[in-house]
């Protein structure tokens, strides 16, 4: 039992003086987690995304326009045709 003691007594001036170390000495960087939890908060505060609701017939097609840079936009349907919501342009039916 006295062993058990000495034994935590000799040791506890070891674990004080390494607590002093990190938390004085060797600060851990608590500024750029800090930062990120107040981005991400802010983030949840200021969430706006409106939803819409997709028209029947819409379809994501290849948009052949360098405005649309090629990729996949909506199409919406337009007489015989679907217009791109991304430029306007009227692709006809294939």
Known sequence: MITAIAAGLAAFPAVG??????SVL???PAGPVRAAHRR???ARRLDTAVF???PP????LVCDTTACAHLSTRHVPDGDGHRCTGCDTVKGDR
């Open 17 to 22: 003086f390494a607590v002093l170390v990190d």
């Open 26 to 28: 060797r600060p851990a």
């Open 40 to 42: 991400a908060a802010a």
């Open 52 to 54: 819409e609701e997709i």
């Open 57 to 60: 017939g819409t379809r994501w």
